[in-house]
């Protein structure tokens, strides 16, 4: 099955910029989309189709596609930006949709 | 606005039953939908997607011959149907309204979700 990696945790300080990976093998070929998850709550949709912003994010997210990785840029950190990072995509040779690890964006 | 609401989450124990529910309003429930969980302390693990009508139904494989996904579009509900529950299936189950509507590729509205704790 399909395997998405993600770093455990990055660290960024406030204004500066974070760049959050996801790798697979050749990911660059599928559409990857990203969550942001706040403690204590349900995810949110922040990224879709690679680069896509859904209405309501702030365009300091930003999405790019390649290769064997995926990355989610985050400029001018802001420390509500502080939460867990999952990146997914849909398999279609399996059917299977699938999460990465998750990474930890914390804001120091 | 889009609001979805798990509810029937609960302590079971080992082998037994349980039955999740999630009501779907502000928006027409012709979409697909999916059932996605997170035990505790853990990433999401993607369990169960049916498509927009009912006709299709996929699973995980730590789930599949165990749970079933099923819909009622005329009462905007989505359910899952979870046996033989293990304590490993453990965790906050969230429903999710997939995009594009008839097969989802990605889930872009998530309910708060409800715990499902299988201990004896």
């Known amino acids: 099955s399909y395997v998405l990696t993600q770093s455990p945790s990055v660290s960024v300080a406030p204004g500066k910029t974070a760049h959050i990976s996801c790798g697979g093998d050749?990911?660059?070929?599928?559409?990857v989309h990203w969550y942001q998850q706040k403690p204590g709550q349900a995810p949110v949709l922040v990224i879709y189709?690679?680069?896509d912003r859904p209405s309501g994010i702030p365009e300091r997210f930003s999405g790019s596609n390649s290769g064997n990785t995926a990355t989610l840029t985050i400029s001018r950190v802001e420390v509500g930006d502080e939460a867990d990072y999952y990146c997914q995509i849909w398999d279609s040779t399996t059917d299977h949709w699938v999460f990465g690890g998750g990474t930890n964006l914390a804001v120091l | 606005e889009v609001q979805l609401l798990e509810s029937g989450g609960g302590l079971v124990q080992p082998g037994g039953s349980l039955r999740l529910s999630c009501t779907a309003s502000g928006f027409t429930f012709n979409y697909a939908m999916s059932w996605v969980r997170q035990a505790p302390g853990k990433g999401l693990e993607w369990v169960s997607v049916i498509t927009d009508t009912g006709g299709g139904a996929y699973y995980a494989d730590s789930v599949k011959g165990r749970f079933t996904i099923s819909r009622d579009n005329s009462k905007n509900t989505l359910y899952l149907h979870m046996s033989s529950l293990r304590v490993d299936d453990t965790a906050v189950y969230y429903c999710?309204?997939?995009?594009?509507?008839?097969?989802?590729?990605?889930?872009?509205?998530w309910g708060p979700g409800t715990l499902v704790a299988v201990s004896s």
């Open positions: 999710t309204k997939g995009m594009p509507a008839r097969l989802a590729v990605f889930f872009d509205k």
């Open positions: 050749n990911i660059g070929t599928k559409s």
């Open positions: 189709y690679d680069s």
